[in-house]
């Protein structure tokens, strides 16, 4: 089961996912990044501190937005990553092509930057 | 020591998966991390299969056996009927071309080659076999 919100935070557009990302739930995830990327967002905080479980397919989510990202000048940043769920983005080097953060107040300030 | 469950071909069934994967091998003394990167694995194979084998009809099922060969390591049958899918002679696209052509596909076939140490495919008659060999001191 996937839980997934979004809510503003002044400029900076959050989405929390937690629960079980998987073949029959990324859709759920992929809507929900489409709408702020498309929804003009340029700073989107992605919380998965309650994220358990990530499979190919929710991975596949964040892939294919990392053009769109760099093209748009968004700042997307993921941050709150348990140790299982980071070694999946690591075994394909994504940990490499997205902006990961540990915490919260990293995730911010890099969203922040000038 | 072997283990068997059976799912029907329905995406609903990857979380009953991933729970028997997950707790079968609670009970070999694997670490942490590698449950949780076979119990990927695993759920990426099925769901590979039910999706483009089986088109995710319920009423198509698929087999997860599990053999745990202490000392040497742990061999995973995912045992399907009908068309069958040969991962060896799937040629994985690269994350770079996947980035690139914004597909979200692709990726779990990688995963499934990077976790495990030999995959194999057999075809007899109607009966197609995935067997997956990962090495690994268990008991």
Redesign the interface.
Known sequence: ?IHIESSFEEDIKKITVGG?V???S?IQL?TEIKNAIEGDDKKILVDCSQLK?I???G???F??????IENNNIRLVIFGLN??VL??FE????DQ?LTLESSLEAAKSYLNEV | MKYKFTASCSKDQLKGIRSFVNDTLMKHGLSDIDISTLVLAIDEVCANLMIHAHQCNPDHHLDVEINIQPNKGITFNIIDQGIGFDINTYNEPSVNDLIERKRKGGIGLILVKKIMDDIQFVKINNKNTCKLFKKLSVN
């Open positions: 089961m079980d998987d073949a029959s990324s992929d479980y499979s190919s397919a991975l596949g989510v892939m294919s937005y990392i053009q769109d140790e299982k070694n999946v075994i394909l080097g994504l092509l």
